[in-house]
């Protein structure tokens, strides 16, 4: 019963380079959602997909930041043009269900943790 | 909007020591509350939740009671073990989210034998 996957567990990049994240979803899992974690802080949302949607993208910054969910594969991440203070873990997280925050029924991932030289 | 404010880690405890996270949080009407855990290598699992006012959750020994008059939801657990070691969140939906959590910054626990 394999959980959320995500990969790689760390990735260093230059800046200026591009970072792409991967979340593979529980089995059954259609909603996928994105949050990252700045030193020192909590988990910030970033953005919740279905398969080939975006349905919020209200916590990712405007430029450089794109996500997707396409009908067969992961769901993606990807940061353009990397700075140092993108430098952060990138949590993923599934559900079966829409609504999963109000029953706590998000299902994390370890997480990816990004360093940016 | 919503918040939720956690104390500050870490937190460094003796096997078999009690233990008190405290969590309060701001919030408009009474939403669902929650404590994820992070053990080593791991990611976020859901440890327990209080769905209304006066609700207690548990879960392995961790125990935390959704008080409305204070606005505090603290995790307690009687007597620590080793392998509690791990990453506390709090976290909370937004007022206008079913799908969105609001996380605390995390309470890093370490139990030494």
């Known amino acids: 019963n394999a959980g959320v996957m995500q990969n790689p567990r760390h990735l260093v990049r230059r800046r200026g380079q591009e970072a792409r994240l991967r979340c593979s979803p529980m089995?059954?899992?259609?909603?996928v959602y994105w949050y990252r974690q700045l030193p020192e802080e909590g988990l910030k949302f970033m953005v919740y997909?279905?398969?080939?949607?975006?349905?919020?993208e209200s916590g990712m910054p405007k430029e450089r930041f794109s996500a997707e969910f396409p009908k067969e594969g992961p769901s993606i991440l990807r940061i353009q043009q990397v700075v140092r203070g993108d430098s952060a873990a990138y949590f993923c997280?599934?559900?079966?269900?829409?609504?999963?925050?109000?029953?706590?029924?998000?299902?994390f991932g370890e997480g990816s943790r990004l360093t940016v030289l | 909007g919503n918040s939720v404010t956690q104390m500050e880690g870490p937190v460094t405890l003796s096997e078999e020591a009690f233990l008190t996270i405290n969590c309060t949080y701001t919030?408009?009407?009474?939403?669902?509350l929650f404590w994820y855990v992070q053990y080593p290598g791991e990611g976020l699992q859901l440890l327990l939740k209080?769905?209304?006012?006066?609700d207690k959750g548990s879960n392995k020994g961790f125990e935390a009671t959704y008080r409305k008059e204070t606005t505090s939801f603290h995790l307690e657990k009687g007597s620590v073990q080793v392998s509690d070691s791990a990453v506390y969140f709090c976290?909370?939906?937004?007022?206008?989210?079913?799908?969105?959590?609001?996380f605390g910054s995390g309470t890093r626990l370490l139990v030494r034998p």
């Open positions: 997280a599934s559900s079966q269900i829409p609504g999963a925050a109000n029953t706590g029924e998000l299902f």
């Open positions: 089995k059954g899992h259609s909603h």
């Open positions: 997909l279905q398969k080939e949607n975006i349905i919020d």
């Open positions: 919030a408009t009407g009474y939403p669902s």
């Open positions: 209080a769905t209304k006012a006066d």
């Open positions: 976290a909370l939906p937004p007022m206008d989210s079913s799908y969105k959590l609001i």
